[in-house]
């Protein structure tokens, strides 16, 4: 059974960094598209950033410059770096990945993680 695992999230005062992590685990044959979505109560879930297995990545305008993503191949893994945090980017994050495994191919979701950004 494949699943996201997410970690890294807290409470980090305005203008603090966070790095979020998340590791694919099961019987994966191939990890394609991963990426970070956020989402508030009461808004629906946004795309952050996403990086596609030839590593272009592509950002919300609402981070660009103050996160990046990065993942590691071999290790079924992606990151979230976040710099420069204001209290807008706080929201339960939720990492997501198009993985092969023996259902063939589907999109999966992490539990999320949350990030308060508050002083």
């Known amino acids: 059974q494949v699943q996201l695992m997410e970690s890294g999230g807290g409470l980090v005062q305005p203008g603090g960094s966070l790095r979020l992590s998340c590791a694919a685990s099961?019987?994966?044959?191939?990890?394609?598209?991963m990426g970070w979505y956020r989402q508030v109560p009461g808004k629906e879930r946004e795309l952050v950033a996403s990086?596609?297995?030839?590593?272009?990545?592509n950002y919300a305008d609402s981070v660009k410059g103050r996160f990046t993503i990065d993942r590691d191949y071999a290790k079924k893994m992606v990151w979230l770096q976040m710099s420069s945090l204001k209290p807008e980017d706080t929201a339960v994050y939720y990492c997501?990945?198009?993985?092969?495994?023996?259902?063939?191919?589907?999109?999966?979701w992490g539990q999320g993680t949350q990030v308060t950004v508050s002083s």
């Open positions: 997501n990945a198009a993985i092969v495994g023996t259902v063939g191919s589907r999109y999966y």
């Open positions: 099961g019987t994966i044959f191939r990890v394609n598209d």
């Open positions: 990086i596609n297995s030839g590593g272009r990545t």
